[in-house]
């Protein structure tokens, strides 16, 4: 698995974020671990220096990134470090990025703002299937602001402005909020008309405009959970479930209107909702503001994805050469797209770690259909698409999540069939995909059942994908997580799936059986449907310790 994994660090201004992800190809990734560490270079601006006090806690997040990193195996050519605005603008770069290098090892590319666009552009095609429309991506990042209109995955034009939404704050508009806000219009104003922006987005003109920062999804979030009225919980957010990661200029300023109220309540009120970016959300939404109505944009689209995807995605053209198409699996990202939409950073990792397990089993399934060995007799045959369907499943079991825990596999299942979510997909897929969600956890399904009507011939392989998604799950739950080494293999006494040989680690002794009686009996009742279904014996062997607090594992079953 360790030559599919690849890595990206983004050292903004606002923030220092690692993603790690699983390349498949011609053109998908999965995320597998996104962190983010709470590092505001930006607050050294007025300076032009990167302070000392900045540069340890700088160190220190990459040093732990690094550990992540190798934890992962994640193989060093396959693994990008950039900078951004605040180091761009640093008088003692030169010093940083050499005390980066000697103490992590990390190789720092500082972008210019040029290809800092480029690389948002990039993100973004790898969110929303726009690859053959004229698009303007707007990123808004703690120290300036990046503009690329693209078309089919080339940049026709990108420029970076000394805009930001920490710089914004940081600079003095005057003591009333009233003033500070008029004096910070007037300033964003002249900058972006200086620019000659204006004149060069009215000459190529864009089709769609697509945004693809923290502070413009942290608005579309505003939006999306009613922050302009007077609520914002989930009630808000089942009422408008169909929402498509998208709002409109009327929508946009009833979020900064509320924002720029004063009073003491309205920003407990902010600094609840918005969290750390509290502090800088008003300067950033008064500069989108300004954005759309200089520029023309009457909506705009959000990209969960951004900077660190794009690199992800230039460092697979780059390796794969011509294996790796930008468009893609545009379909697929309607899932990445909806389990963002439902879910945190965190659950969302832990469904495509899911996913990854789900992988290794269902190739290792085709792998001996395939050779035919030892009699094993599947009674499907398991394609791409298959495996495609599984993957989704995996990447959506959890949405349900979002409005509590109780029962939330059947919440996934509605969201899924109710919500027009999945682009692409045939009804019988959706069908599939939903009834997986609903079967992955508690009774086992019931295929005589009416929900199953509709799938026809795909019920075997509904039973075959089930049993696969149950096990990962139940695998995951206690701790055997997808970059564990997993080998796969088959016997005249059926299949075994031994986990935890893990290339480059030396475990410690067994200490104390860490594997709770809980997880014996779940995991022998999946094994059991496992049986029933493929007609043979999968034994389980673990033999690397799932993430207790500090004790080993072992054990057969």
Known sequence: MANTLFAAIDMGTNAFKLLIVQAHLPGKF??????????????????????????????????????????????LLHTRCVATSAVREAQNKAEFIHSISETTGFKVDVLSGEEEARFSYLGALQFFPVFENLVLNIDIGGGSTEFAIGLRGKVEFCLSLKLGHVTLTQQNFGDEEAERASNMRQYIRNVIKESGLIDKVKNIGFEIALGSSGTIRAIEKAVFKGYALDFADNEALLSECKRDWKFSIEELKSVVERLCKGGEGQNVRRDGFFKRRSESIVAGGILLDEIFDLLGIKEMLVSGYGLREGLIADSLAKVFDDGYDLNANARFRSILRLATRFNSKRITTSAAEIASIAREIFEGLRKYKELDNDG?????????????????ACLLHNIGLSTGKKGYHKKSYHIIMNGNHLRGYSAEEVKLIA????????????LDDASFNELEEAKQKFKVLCAIIRLSVVLHRNGYINYREMDFSHSHEGFKLVIGEERGLNYQPVVEQCVTDKFAVELTHELDYFKKVLKQELSVELKAPPFCSNESSKGSY
């Open 30 to 75: 999965i995320p597998l671990l996104t962190v983010r560490e709470h590092v505001v270079l930006g607050r050294d601006s007025p300076s032009s220096t990167i302070s000392t006090h900045s540069q340890n806690l700088s160190i220190k997040s990459l040093q732990n990134f690094n550990k992540l990193i190798q934890t992962h195996n994640v193989p």
């Open 435 to 446: 009834l997986l969600t609903r079967h992955h956890r508690k009774k086992l399904p019931k």
């Open 376 to 392: 094993i007799n599947l009674t499907v045959d398991l394609d791409e698409k298959d495996l495609e369907n599984l993957e989704a």
